[in-house]
């Protein structure tokens, strides 16, 4: 009788500890807590966000471009993410009711991004265009950059991360444009002046050059020799105001030099690029292996991204914790002094007058 | 009595499993488990007109999450932004299997 009244109470202190644990667990993959973004001061007489009134977290979550998931875009909209990405969708009326879902009652507009590159092309459903490849002269890729831009802007994307600016594509063989480096510069311009007219971001990519080389296809970290000829789109697109470009993952020498380290996170490399260029500076994808490999631990890389002077990181987890947690990473090193404030604030600045904002100090 | 034994055990399990799972996640442990044990390499391939390309497994996984949908094909899966096109990436379950350890959630219909 007492044994069996032991193994009862054995029960119901077991049942407890589960319960508990259960609870505990439950917390830890609940979405975070985040309050309404109500101490934003945006003044939309004068279409200005006063930059003090953002805190360093809203800061650090307008520099985060991630993955569109519809489900998360209200955690989204109070954690102030900057921008999200869309793959494919099924129609046209998809992705205008996706973009609608992120941006009605957004306190700060998001970025709404997509890779239209040609031969990847996320509207293949119901909208084709020309590959890279077949794309013959600079006023054809005029053509092509103006009606792509119109098609995006019609669709409510605001930003595309194309076009590739590579001398070359192994690998898919379609991305790029083809001919003599001065050639590929001459349609890099073109295109990007076509999509920008229509009020696209157009973004060349990516820096410095070579990413689409073969390789071993299960060697993640890839090293290049970068030259003259391989600069010269980038130069060009620079001189001709391109709103955006992306940095690479790929460890470089040559011209320009990453030091041993992944471009995306090479100070060196990318405050480089930004002594001779104003606008947005992007991350290549952040999971990609080509980065992550390169790291014992992902907060050491997530403080390095934005010690590297990028503007906006392109993340595709877009698990809310995840960010949440990257923000906080950031946000400590931002505390500790390894990243200077003012370096964030630089970025927001740029990414807000990217969105058509003015910004107060 | 031996039937509250028995749940005992299992409510022990369960508390062990739970307590495990808020110091380290087992979702991930539970993912490299599935790489480790296949022992085949991932492979990745992109079709178009002029035949197959292979791409490097990491690219592969960012272009996947892209795709409209995934759909097994046989023993591999096939990725498209448009199912009547004629471009689209062959891949195995290695791969997969990789892209969702790393992050990218590629969901197979």
Partial sequence: MSRSRNGLSVTILLA??????????????????????????????????????????????????TYGDENDADVFKKMLIGGVYFGAKPSESDYIASVNRFQDGAVVPFFTTVDLEGCSNPFENFQNFPSFKDINTSEEAYGYGYAEGKFLKETGINVDFSPVVDLKDDIWDCRSFVGTPEEIANKSDSYIYGMQENGVIATAKHYPGKTLVSRDPHKYIVYEQIDEN???????????????????????????????????????????????????????????????????????????????????????????????????????????????????????????????INVAA | MGCLKIVNIVLAAFAVLLALNLLMPLGPLAGNAVYALDASEPECHFNTAAGLREIPSDACCFELRQQLACTRAGTDIRCYTSESSGTYYLVNSKLLALCNLEGFNVKVS
Avoid at chain 1, 17 to 42: C, G, T, W
Avoid at chain 1, 235 to 264: F, Q, Y
Avoid at chain 1, 312 to 333: Q, R, T, Y
Wanted: net charge negative; proline share 3%.
């Fill in chain 1, 230 to 356: 391989d600069l010269l789109p980038f130069k060009r697109t620079i001189r001709s105001n391109v709103s955006a470009i992306m940095v690479s993952h790929v460890i470089v020498n040559g011209s320009v030099s990453s030091g041993s380290m992944p471009s995306t996170v090479s100070q060196p490399l990318v405050q480089g690029l930004r002594n001779q260029y104003g606008g947005l500076i992007v991350t290549d994808e952040i999971n990609m292996l080509g980065l992550k490999d390169y790291y014992a631990s992902k907060d050491d890389m997530y403080v390095d991204l934005f010690k590297a002077d990028n503007d906006v990181i392109l993340n595709f987890d877009s698990d809310p914790k995840d960010l949440d947690h990257m923000i906080s990473v950031v946000e400590g090193a931002v505390n500790r002094g390894e990243i200077s404030e003012q370096r964030i604030d630089g970025s927001v600045t740029r990414i807000l007058n990217a969105k058509g």
């Fill in chain 1, 16 to 65: 407890l500890i589960v319960a508990m644990l259960f609870f505990l667990n439950l917390e830890k993959i609940a979405a975070p807590q985040v309050a309404a973004p109500d101490n934003v001061v945006f003044d939309r007489t004068t279409n200005t966000v006063q930059l003090s009134s953002l805190t360093l977290r809203q800061k650090i979550a307008q520099m985060i471009v």
